[in-house]
């Protein structure tokens, strides 16, 4: 029988080579434990590696390698809160935000990212300005819940004659959809 990868557990195999137990921490980036460690990770190990961070000179991505928040950003505990580790480290490389509004930007586009160089303070416009630039965008076909292709978009548009429920039909969407899509305001960005 195959077990668990985790050193002193012995329950059976599940997946990637962990248990079902470890298996689901590793999956949510169980609080303060690190990956495949199956312990918890001390303050002074998240500490050291905070402290590692800020003085990094690399120009290569320094990935945290403790827990990680449903978002995949690193997560800890920063000034005695919950909070993700970029804008932690960006908070301390570069001082406060400038505004509430101001998010901690990645030039990288890794989320898990904490290498100081790499951090930046950015309004959302400019974050999601990044986000385009990196490619880690979610619009259009890159959207989990898309339906519709780019080819698709750009046939709706082109069959301006065609009524709105008989192109609702064909491609599988709502009549709502083939309006927004005809007005520009689903896929706006893109060109015809």
Same mark, same amino acid.
């Given at each position: 029988?195959?077990?668990?990868? +985790? ?21 949510? !980036?169980?609080? !303060? ?19 590692? &961070?800020?003085?990094? @000179?690399? /120009? ?9 928040? $449903?978002?995949?950003? !690193?997560?800890?505990? *920063?000034?005695?809160? &919950?909070? /993700?580790? *970029?804008? &932690? +480290? ?9 505004? #509430? ?7 990288? $586009? /890794? ?11 950015? /309004?959302?416009?400019? #974050? ?6 990196? $490619? ?19 046939? +709706? ?6 009524? !709105? #429920? @008989? ?15 005809? *007005?520009?305001?689903?896929? @706006?960005?893109?060109?015809?």
């Amino acid at each position: 029988m195959r077990v668990c990868s +985790i050193p002193g557990c012995e329950k059976r195999h599940f997946g990637r080579g962990l248990c079902s137990m470890h298996y689901a921490r590793e999956q949510r !980036g169980y609080k !303060g434990r690190g990956p495949r460690l199956g312990r918890r990770v001390s303050r002074k190990e998240v500490a050291d590696f905070v402290a590692q &961070a800020l003085s990094y @000179a690399g /120009t290569e991505c320094l990935l945290w390698p403790f827990g990680k928040g $449903g978002m995949g950003y !690193g997560s800890g505990v *920063h000034k005695g809160r &919950a909070a /993700t580790m *970029h804008r &932690a +480290i960006c908070e301390l490389a570069h001082g406060a935000a400038p505004s #509430n509004k101001h998010h901690a930007a990645h030039a990288c $586009g /890794t989320r898990l990212c904490v290498a100081p160089q790499h951090l930046r303070w950015a /309004t959302a416009a400019e #974050n999601q300005a990044d986000r385009l630039l990196h $490619g880690t965008d979610t619009r259009g076909e890159k959207h989990g819940m898309a339906k519709l292709t780019e080819q698709d978009v750009l046939a +709706i548009r082109a069959q301006s004659w065609r009524s !709105g #429920n @008989a192109l609702a039909a064909e491609y599988g969407v709502g009549k709502s959809t083939i309006s927004q899509i005809r *007005h520009r305001r689903f896929w @706006a960005w893109l060109e015809d």
